[in-house]
């Protein structure tokens, strides 16, 4: 397998050369005069104005309101997030620290947000500093272009997944600045394992292992395969069980293709499997594309 990135303007000649050399098993098309045009309007913003953003800090405030008559504070966030669970549990750190202002910018797998709408993001929060929180390993680059054209100190802690991004802002000191909090947020992100369980959409081999179209897949943050099975009850408690041991807290974000009544359902054959773990927590995280975002401490 290879992963090929091309600059080109004529995208459908590159995948037609693809197809002529093998199966292509994804492929994400980005119009880069876009996102330079979103940028420079992001610079062109006059200060004082705001661009709205998809979801406020403050969900009882609209975001135009709440940019205009929020004061500066030491430490903005722009936590990058997929689905209106995982968008509400980040954006709650704002709400409960006056010294903290978070900011929400949507997107994720398959949607990721362009580098001017981060910047965008960036210029909107109130923060004399600010760390953005990509949250998805493909954001990540996106994040380090708008730190660079930011007009204040930024940071980019890179987490992969928003349950890192949530361990992150758990270790937060809104008085030391973006860099005096960069690496103590990686570590306490990276502290915590996840895993992301979704369904194959076609025969594949991925870590190099067979994966039947419908068999429920449990990933580990960087993509590698922890389990494959027909039932995602099993598929789950094989991912957990690759992972490493001594963990006391399970917590289960369901999303697209779960409800409820399945997360609990699934959260009881956790704590049969591994009768220690002091808790396991469901949370309603509303991601796109994955079943349920699993994080383990």
Do not use: C
Not at 1 to 9: L, Q
Not at 43 to 67: F, K, N
């Amino acid at each position: 397998m290879a992963k090929i990135h091309v600059h080109n303007g004529r995208p459908d000649l590159v995948l037609r050369q693809a197809l002529q050399l093998g199966r292509i098993v994804s492929a994400t098309i980005m119009n880069l005069d876009h996102q330079a045009a979103e940028v420079r309007e992001a610079r062109r913003t006059p200060p004082g104005t705001t661009p709205i953003l998809p979801v406020p800090a403050d969900p009882g405030a609209a975001p135009s309101d709440r940019a205009a008559t929020a004061p500066r504070v030491p430490l903005g966030i722009v936590a990058v997030a997929a689905g209106d669970g995982l968008a509400e549990a980040l954006a709650a750190f704002g709400i409960a620290d006056e010294r903290l202002h978070v900011s929400i910018v949507q997107g994720g797998q398959a949607e990721n947000p362009s580098a001017g709408e981060i910047l965008a993001a960036i210029a909107a929060s109130p923060g004399e500093e600010v760390v953005v929180l990509p949250n998805n390993p493909n954001v990540k680059l996106a994040a380090g272009q708008a730190a660079e054209m930011a007009d204040r100190p930024v940071r980019v802690v890179p987490t992969r997944n928003a349950a890192e991004g949530i361990a992150a802002l758990l270790e937060v000191d809104p008085g030391a600045g973006a860099s005096g909090n960069a690496e103590l947020m990686l570590e306490a992100g990276r502290a915590i394992q996840t895993l992301l369980v979704t369904e194959a959409v076609r025969d594949a081999v991925v870590s190099g292992r067979k994966v039947r179209r419908g068999q429920t897949m449990a990933l580990d943050p960087d993509d590698g395969l922890l389990a494959a099975d027909d039932d995602h009850g099993r598929a789950v408690l094989a991912g957990i069980a690759a992972l490493e041991p001594g963990f006391s807290l399970v917590t289960l974000w369901y999303g697209d293709g779960a409800d409820l009544a399945d997360a609990e359902r699934l959260a009881r054959l956790v704590q049969d499997a591994w009768p220690a773990v002091e808790e396991v927590e469901v949370r309603h995280g509303g991601q796109p594309h994955y079943r349920y975002l699993v994080s383990v401490e």
